[in-house]
Structures are given as structure tokens and as C-alpha cells.
């Protein structure tokens, strides 16, 4: 700005040197377009190559804090009744397609916890009987929300979750009695299908 208002040697000589700068740098702009625009499609590509690593990463981490919130084995002491309760509401909420519960002891606390079940996903229960008190909670829990079915089957002893038809938990508690006592939980992942076959499921 100086060069430009000063009219002494020295601002006029620096008014040339500016302008011959200017002139260079178009030069070098327009003979190297076609370098600029290839670096800016490299500088695109590994903003959009960032953004799929992160998505490949965010996927793993949501797989291992998946894995990390529901262990494969897991004892429950006495007392801890919250803590059972909210490993079978995981464990219900993991499901994507069907659960399968086999329990001999089914009462409306059982049925509340599948409220947590995602949309579309089908329950069963298999149970040793169904009492006429059991009946009536079945069809009240019927009316309000999605449908559970409910199955005798006498054949079983044990207490069972399978999850999507692939997974299977073992309890050695009735899930309406979690916490109350001692027990542990563990998983199968190659059981759940000789499972329903043996039952004839």
C-alpha cells in the first residue's frame, strides 16, 4: 500500500517487484492447476478414507463393549438382584429375532422383563405348567404389549435363554428368583440348535 502511495525510487521499485510476484504466482496457479486439483482429489480421498476407518473402528469398539457388558460366564452372589436383573434385560434387549425362554417358574416379573425386547422380536416361554394365575398374566400382558407365547413342556429341569437361535445361557436360577441366592450363568454358542432339536422345539 505504501509502494503504491509513495513516489520515491525505492517505493516505486518495490511497486514492480510486488506486481512481478503477482504475475508469477498466476503463472505457477495455472501451469499447476491440474497438480492442485489432483492433490486436492488425494486430500478428499483420505478424508473419506479417515471417515471409513473410523466407522470400521467405532464398529469394533461397539463390539467389544457388547462383549465386554455381557460375559460369557458371570456368578451372581446373594443380594445382587439389580445386577441380575440388568444382565437379563441385556441379554433381552441383545436379541434381534426370537427368544426362547425355558423356565419352570414363570410368574408376571418374568413377563415385565420382556418389555425391554426390541420391536419384532418373537418370545417364547416353555414352562412345566401353566397355572390358572399364570394364564391370566399372560393374556392381561397380551392385551398391552406384543405378544409372548406360552408352552408346557415337562421334559426340561434346568433353566434356559437362547438368543436368536444361536445362543444359548444356562441359569442356575429361575429368572424370577435372580439374586436371591448364589447362582451362575453361562454361555453355549454351538447348543442352542441340538438344544431345540432334543426338546423337540
Not at 525505492?10 to 512481478?20: E, G, P, T
Not at 461397539?62 to 438382584?81: H, N, W
Not at 417364547?124 to 413342556?153: G, M, W
Amino acid at each position: 500500500m505504501l509502494s503504491g502511495v509513495l513516489k520515491s525510487d525505492v517505493a516505486i521499485h518495490m511497486s514492480i517487484r510486488i506486481m512481478s510476484a503477482f504475475v508469477s504466482m498466476r503463472k505457477a496457479i495455472q501451469s499447476n492447476g491440474l497438480l492442485f486439483a489432483r492433490l486436492d482429489h488425494v486430500e478428499q480421498k483420505q478424508i473419506e478414507h479417515k471417515l471409513d476407518t473410523d466407522k470400521k473402528f467405532e464398529q469394533v469398539f461397539d463390539a467389544l463393549s457388547f462383549k465386554d457388558r455381557i460375559p460369557d460366564q458371570k456368578l451372581f452372589f446373594e443380594g445382587q438382584v439389580f445386577d441380575a436383573h440388568k444382565f437379563v434385560s441385556d441379554l433381552i434387549r441383545s436379541a434381534k429375532k426370537e427368544i426362547i425362554l425355558i423356565d419352570n417358574f414363570v410368574d408376571d416379573t418374568v413377563l415385565h422383563l420382556f418389555t425391554k425386547r426390541r420391536k419384532g422380536t418373537q418370545v417364547i416361554i416353555y414352562t412345566k405348567q401353566i397355572t390358572p394365575a399364570l394364564a391370566l398374566d399372560i393374556t392381561k400382558y397380551n392385551q398391552q404389549y406384543p405378544t409372548i407365547t406360552v408352552k408346557e413342556l415337562s421334559s426340561a429341569h434346568d433353566r434356559f435363554l437362547i438368543i436368536d437361535k444361536s445362543t444359548t445361557y444356562h441359569f442356575g436360577a429361575s429368572i424370577k428368583d435372580l439374586g436371591k441366592k448364589l447362582f451362575a450363568v453361562s454361555r453355549f454358542d454351538r447348543q442352542a440348535i441340538s438344544l431345540l432339536r432334543k426338546l423337540s422345539i
